[in-house]
């Protein structure tokens, strides 16, 4: 069945770059996203990649999609502190745009 | 643009209550809504979808007639948690699409605690 795979944590210094990365095992997943849920409240739509793109840059976010490897990673740029949250990776699997989740990567922002 | 609203956002309510969450999309028609519930540092669970004007398709293992689903309008889905039990507390989180190939809109969720 399908799986999407995410690592649990990341911590990194305010103004470095984070980079989370997602796998994947639907080969017919025809869109990716990213989203991020802040403590107590239901998710963000951060930005989100059709399969046919290898790369998607939207201010300090960049999603990068290797369809051969099922890899997909989103890169912050300039973590600021207002970041730290929950990153989840999803793929679309199926009709009724049903969304396969990662379990989540806990962005820690230190100074 | 894209919001979606969910209330209320916190219920705390006795055992053996019916609790009713309603989700509603403020600025698009949502032909499709999902309901998630999320267990504490845990990923989403897909609990139903549903299409406006017809019967909510529910994953498996989720009881049909213990959490009911209404989506009579392209703007509001209703999800009643019927005689609900501690077990039954969680973080109930709804979305909503316009359609196929768009992206998801997520409320901000309603956290559900059965005495």
């Known amino acids: 069945g399908e799986d999407v795979e995410q690592s649990l944590f990341l911590s990194v210094r305010e103004g470095d770059s984070s980079v989370i990365n997602c796998t994947y095992t639907d080969s017919s997943s025809t869109y990716l996203y990213w989203y991020k849920q802040e403590p107590g409240a239901g998710l963000q739509l951060l930005t989100y990649?059709?399969?046919?793109?290898d790369m998607k840059q939207d201010q300090r976010l960049t999603v990068l999609l290797n369809k051969k490897d099922k890899h997909l990673s989103l890169r912050i740029a300039d973590t600021q502190t207002g970041d730290s949250a929950i990153y989840f990776c999803?793929?679309?699997?199926?009709?009724?745009?049903?969304?396969?989740f990662g379990a989540g990567t806990r962005l820690a922002v230190h100074p | 643009g894209a919001v979606v609203s969910q209330h209320p956002s916190w219920v705390i309510c006795k055992s053996g209550t019916s609790v009713k969450i309603e989700c509603r999309s403020l600025d698009f028609q949502a032909t499709t809504m999902f309901w998630y519930r999320q267990f504490p540092k845990q990923s989403l669970m897909l609990m139903a979808t549903?299409?406006?004007?017809?019967?909510?398709?529910?994953e498996q293992g989720v009881e049909k007639d213990k959490f009911l689903i209404n989506h009579a309008s392209l703007t509001l889905s209703t999800l009643t948690v019927t005689s609900a039990h501690p077990e039954d507390s969680s973080f109930y989180i709804c979305?909503?699409?316009?359609?196929?190939?768009?992206?998801?809109?997520f409320g901000d969720g309603t956290r559900l605690s059965i005495l």
């Open positions: 979305s909503a699409t316009e359609g196929q190939g768009q992206p998801q809109h």
């Open positions: 549903s299409n406006e004007g017809s019967k909510a398709t529910y």
């Open positions: 990649i059709f399969s046919n793109m």
């Open positions: 999803a793929e679309r699997s199926g009709g009724y745009n049903k969304l396969i």
